[in-house]
């Protein structure tokens, strides 16, 4: 089994961080590409001209990687609601048809479509909770449902709220049987669960960096199947056209298109400080391997639950929930208070919709998990 990489991260013995699904700590050396990055922007005139495109074209290539895809299907965004944005410009659902979404879904893969709807004249159905926890067969009942035609289903793999995994490769199928396309946000799950686009043929698959996968906010990537790639993108950008360049006369030599995903990426991309330290991130994650990540994940989460139930917690179905995230829930409400009463005594975690989410990563360890449950303990029956 993969090994604790707690050593590769600035963490305090006595902290106990279980809350990469909010956000993940910088590894050291994701911190040194930033400084360096910073560094050279200090001084621009010794940049090599060159240095921003190779910065992009390594940060798109290992972005690519996690998720089975080429580098040339692969869009630099700011933000999943960016990616988001620029396929609901590519790609219109028919007036009369419905695009489903998750009931309490994070707002990024959903508020797009409801803004659009009105005047496009589609629905947005949206599916509820099931009182089971299973999502996968809940969104194929609603794919599969008399009515209006499904047409899109915009939804997270894994939901943000409570650690539900939902089974992209039978809800690709359902919706291919009906004709309709599928948006992905992969933010709780490229690098961590299986996600190979080759396999589940997705429309679009959109997820950032600051969380799961070990970088800075504002670096998000977007993978658009070639069936979009002729569309017109949401910002109009010079390196987005074949021949637009700064250096040649004529400026615009060549108005059209360049012919892969890099045509939507967003306008200022030449990051070169925060796409370097996403590149050397995404990097980590792949030298890990997505397997080994997500069987220590399931190692450390299983050790959670022992502990978490024995105190009394209410656990989901393992085979339902993501490997990596753990949420628990309370028969009274969840105690005013936790999240901050646990951070007091350093074990992190986060409050989402009643349910506590727990959420560990390659940098926790053994000694974090029984650390969480001795203070998650503690707290319980004070409150109690």
């Known amino acids: 089994m993969l090994p604790s990489q707690r050593h590769l991260f600035d963490l305090p013995r006595e902290v106990a961080y279980l809350n990469a699904a909010a956000w993940s700590p910088l590894p050291l050396a994701v911190q040194e590409a930033g400084r360096m990055g910073v560094g050279r ?7 090599d001209p060159a240095l921003p495109g190779r910065v992009i074209e390594r940060a798109r290539a290992a972005a690519a990687a996690l998720i089975g895809a080429a580098a040339e299907d692969v869009a630099v965004v700011s933000s999943v609601g960016y990616g988001v944005a620029s396929a609901a410009k590519v790609f219109a659902p028919p007036a009369g048809s419905r695009v489903v979404v998750l009931e309490d879904d994070h707002s990024s893969p959903v508020l797009e479509w409801m803004v659009r709807a009105p005047a496009q004249g589609f629905t947005v159905d949206t599916v509820k909770r099931p009182s089971d926890g299973d999502w996968t067969a809940a969104v ?34 359902a919706l291919k049987a009906k004709g309709a396309a ?12 299986d996600l190979d686009v080759k396999r589940i043929d997705p429309d679009f698959l959109i997820f950032p960096t600051y969380k799961w996968v070990l970088g800075p906010y504002g670096r998000a990537f ?41 045509r939507y990426d967003m306008g200022e991309r030449d990051h070169f400080v925060g796409l370097e330290m996403a590149a050397v991130g995404l990097e980590m994650m792949a030298g890990w391997t997505q397997p080994a990540i997500s069987e220590r994940c399931a190692m450390l989460t299983a050790r959670l639950e022992d502990g978490l139930a024995a105190a009394g917690a209410l656990l989901p179905k393992r085979s339902l929930r993501a490997p990596h995230v753990l949420c628990v829930s309370f028969a009274g409400g969840m105690p005013a208070g936790l999240a901050e009463a646990l951070g007091a005594q350093g074990a992190y975690a986060a409050p989402r919709l009643g349910r506590l989410r727990i959420s560990p990563h390659v940098y926790n360890d053994e000694e974090d998990v029984d650390r969480f449950v001795a203070a998650f303990a503690r707290v319980v029956k004070r409150a109690a």
């Open 41 to 47: 922007k200090g001084r621009p005139w010794e940049v």
């Open 140 to 173: 194929e009942a609603a794919i599969a449902k008399p009515g209006a035609p499904v047409s899109l289903a915009s939804i997270s793999n894994v939901h943000w709220s409570d650690g539900s995994a939902l089974d992209m490769d039978r809800i690709a199928a």
């Open 182 to 193: 599928l948006l992905i946000d992969a933010t709780h799950g490229a690098g961590m669960m």
């Open 222 to 262: 977007a993978y658009v199947a070639k069936r979009w790639q002729g569309g017109v993108p949401l910002e109009q950008t010079a390196f987005g056209r074949k021949g637009v360049a700064a250096e040649r006369v004529p400026y615009f030599a060549d108005l059209s298109y360049v012919d892969s995903a890099r």
